[in-house]
């Protein structure tokens, strides 16, 4: 039983390019949540996955954000016109449907220069 | 709005003394309460949870946890700590969906 598998582990990117985040949660979890943990913080909420859609993305903190699970599995974060303040790491993390315990991934470091 | 405080931000402790960090969380509603350790280098797993019943909440390596709800408090403790404890501990909140509200973190450094 492999863990959520996040991809890449980290990525450099220009100020002003577009990126994109993997996330392969647990098989059979239905339940996919993205943090962003910049440094000395906790992780920030940022967008939760119920099946195939969104049920709660009230934690993108503008429309440059979008994240998408076309099938129910994957989930991909993207990124447009990248700023500077978008450097963190991106934690994901899935849960099967009835359990409380959200398993989380390695996390993919962002660093926009 | 969930919010979730952590008091102290950095602990070192010698071998074998006991730990106690501080959670407090504001929120009205009925409340899912949760600690996280981050070991280094490795990811985020969960060491204990509350969600109702008994307020004193055993989890792994030997910690617990005491949900007091008259004073918004869900504290850590370990009555001994080992040095493989050293980490990042985070206080969270979880709302229904379990979508999860982290305090800022302690970062504990336990010296031999």
């Known amino acids: 039983g492999a863990g959520v598998s996040q991809t890449p582990s980290n990525k450099v990117t220009e100020k002003g390019k577009y990126v994109e985040l993997r996330c392969d949660p647990i098989s059979g979890h239905t339940a996919l949540y993205w943090y962003r943990q910049s440094l000395g913080q906790g992780p920030e909420f940022l967008i939760y996955f119920q099946g195939t859609g969104a049920a709660d993305d009230s934690g993108l903190p503008n429309d440059r954000f979008f994240a998408v699970r076309p099938e129910g599995s994957v989930s991909t974060l993207k990124i447009q016109r990248t700023e500077r303040g978008d450097s963190a790491v991106y934690l994901c993390?899935?849960?099967?449907?009835?359990?409380?315990?959200?398993?989380f991934g390695q996390g993919t470091r962002l660093t926009v220069v | 709005a969930q919010s979730v405080s952590q008091h102290n931000h950095h602990v070192i402790l010698s071998e074998a003394a006991s730990l106690e960090l501080g959670c407090n969380y504001s929120?009205?509603?009925?409340?899912?309460l949760f600690w996280y350790v981050q070991y280094p280098g490795q990811h985020l797993q969960l060491l204990l949870k509350?969600?109702?019943?008994?307020?004193l909440v055993k989890g792994i390596k030997g910690f617990e946890a005491e949900f007091i709800k008259s004073k918004f408090s869900f504290n850590l403790r370990k009555p001994s700590v080992q040095w493989s404890d050293t980490a990042e501990y985070f206080c969270?909140?979880?709302?229904?969906?379990?979508?999860?509200?982290f305090g800022k973190g302690t970062s504990l450094l336990v010296t031999p």
């Open positions: 993390a899935s849960k099967k449907q009835g359990d409380t315990e959200a398993f």
């Open positions: 509350y969600f109702s019943g008994d307020p």
């Open positions: 929120y009205g509603g009925t409340v899912n």
């Open positions: 969270a909140v979880g709302n229904s969906g379990y979508a999860l509200n």
